[in-house]
């Protein structure tokens, strides 16, 4: 069964640009949740989509938006990019109360 | 509001030592506890998890965690540290039957030298 998988591995974007991340769930995980990682603030929830509806939501800026689509993938985007913004972004699928994780996207604002 | 405790930022160990990483986590309703471990620049691994039931969970690469209520404690062990073993270890926790949301300690580096 392949992975979580998340493109693209690295991306350089430039402030006040705004991205997009993609992430495909193991086959058959309906739950899709998104977190960012940092030196300072450690591991930080985005947000979780579950069969195409947020379900909940972390202590973001609007600016940090997602979606999901009929067949479970998800995609993140940043607008209007800050340089705090650099940051490993990870996808998670799960099935049950566990979750699993893609490589991560390595974004680096300049 | 869920939250974790990972004691010590750092431990370092000689290969074929004991391998302990602490854990603490608070919680107002029962919790589902995890360890993961991150390579540099790859994702995160899931190690073992705590649902319910049996409280001494046993993991891949020979890691065991022993879900404690009464200490709030989900600390890592193994009993022979392998140059492969270094690493960053996340402790998680999420709430049982709640929505996918893990919240994770800061991490511990284990450094394991020859």
């Known amino acids: 069964k392949a992975g979580v998988t998340q493109t693209p591995r690295y991306l350089i974007k430039t402030r006040g640009q705004q991205v997009t991340l993609s992430c495909s769930p193991i086959?058959?995980?309906?739950?899709v949740s998104w977190y960012q990682q940092t030196p300072g603030q450690g591991l930080q929830f985005l947000f979780e989509y579950f069969s195409e509806t947020q379900r909940n939501k972390g202590n973001f800026p609007g600016r940090f938006s997602g979606r999901q689509f009929s067949n479970s993938r998800s995609e993140m985007n940043v607008s209007t990019l800050e340089l705090g913004d650099s940051a490993l972004y990870l996808c998670?699928?799960?099935?049950?109360?566990?979750?699993?994780f893609g490589q991560g996207t390595r974004l680096t604002v300049v | 509001a869920q939250s974790v405790t990972q004691l010590g930022s750092h431990v370092s160990v000689s290969e074929g030592a004991l391998v302990l990483l602490r854990c603490n986590y608070s919680s107002s309703v029962p919790p589902y506890l995890f360890w993961y471990v991150q390579y540099p620049n790859q994702g995160l691994q899931l190690l073992l998890k705590?649902?319910?039931?049996?409280?001494l969970v046993k993991g891949i690469n020979g890691f065991e965690a022993e879900f404690k209520k009464s200490e709030t404690s989900f600390h890592l062990t193994k009993p022979s540290a392998h140059m492969s073993d270094a690493a960053e270890y996340f402790c998680?926790?999420?709430?049982?039957?709640?929505?996918?949301?893990?919240?994770f300690g800061t991490g511990t580096r284990l450094l394991v030298s020859p």
């Open positions: 998670a699928s799960s099935f049950g109360p566990e979750a699993f």
């Open positions: 086959s058959g995980h309906r739950s």
């Open positions: 998680a926790v999420s709430e049982s039957g709640g929505f996918q949301k893990l919240v």
């Open positions: 705590y649902t319910t039931g049996a409280t």
